[in-house]
């Protein structure tokens, strides 16, 4: 599956989300119910005929219909596509930018391929919830060595006493985050320097500035871990220009 955010019409990061859908399914066996061409078109279709500019394009294929079994079907099914767009106003994420989210850390329990976008979600819902009921906003994932992996739905980025951004490489412990891809993308053009590496708990909680990003939060500062708060406790300075940074590119591509 995949999830795209739309700002006035415009799918943001389109390139990026189309191809990362196209890997997930050869990684797991299932043919494209139609083009990835064709796949955009219906896209702006839907957005079109109800007249939804600001939203979230959720595209969801499965392997389609047969009789419940763990194999795949000897005669391989035609792929289920569903396609939904979901109104989204974008002023609630500006507002929760500016307050700031907290993450709760904990143990990352999910499987081995989390490289693969797939609706196999559960390890990922428990973790958010566990999250929420603990009085945060996202998980804060951590591996057996007690580094960082990335959030349940969301890239976590680190700010080092020398002001570069750190976020751990990509491998099958995280999603390869699209928009992980354009703040680096964005900072490496402010000449903000990025180190892909894996950093733990302690660091973390220690750092300048914390943010996550995600297709449907873009960036958004972290203002406290474990209710420790980070930095100041605000939304930190580097976190903010980036932020703008990356709205200023969507501008870019959204306004006539
Ligand atoms: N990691 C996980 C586990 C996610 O679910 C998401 C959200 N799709 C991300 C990272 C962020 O990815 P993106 O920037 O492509 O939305």
């Known amino acids: 599956y ?19 859908l196209e890997r997930s399914l050869a990684a797991l066996d299932i043919a494209q119910p139609v083009s990835m061409p064709a796949l955009k ?15 979230i394009l959720y595209i969801q294929i499965s392997r389609g219909v047969a009789p419940r079994d763990h194999p795949f079907p000897v005669v391989a099914p035609a792929p289920a596509l569903i396609v939904t767009a979901k109104r989204l106003d974008w002023q ?3 507002a929760q930018a500016e307050k700031g989210v907290g993450l709760i850390s904990m143990p990352d329990e999910r499987w081995a391929r989390c490289d693969i976008k797939s609706t196999a979600l559960l390890a990922n819902v428990l973790a958010k919830q566990k999250a929420r009921d603990a009085g945060g906003y996202e998980a804060m994932l951590t591996d057996e060595a007690g580094l960082v992996t990335e959030g349940s739905s969301s890239t ?10 750190v976020t751990r490489p990509l491998g099958p412990e995280i999603l390869p985050g699209i928009t992980r891809e354009t703040v680096i993308d964005v900072a490496r053009a402010e000449n903000i320097a990025v180190t ?31 209710h420790q708060p980070v930095g100041n406790g605000v ?7 980036l932020r703008r940074a990356y709205i200023a590119r969507v501008d870019a591509v959204t306004r006539p």
């Open 2 to 20: 995949e999830v795209c955010a739309v700002k006035a019409g415009v799918m943001l990061d389109e390139a990026g989300h189309f191809a990362r």
């Open 156 to 165: 976590i980025f680190m700010v080092d006493g020398d002001g570069g951004l």
């Open 41 to 55: 078109l219906i896209g702006r279709h839907l957005l079109r005929l109800n007249r939804i500019s600001d939203a």
């Open 92 to 94: 609630k994420q500006d």
């Open 196 to 226: 892909e590496r894996a950093f733990s708990v302690d660091e973390a909680k220690a750092a300048r500035e914390m943010f996550i990003t995600s297709a449907s939060g873009f960036v958004l500062p972290v203002v406290e871990i474990d």
């Open 235 to 241: 939304p930190g300075s580097l976190a903010t220009r």
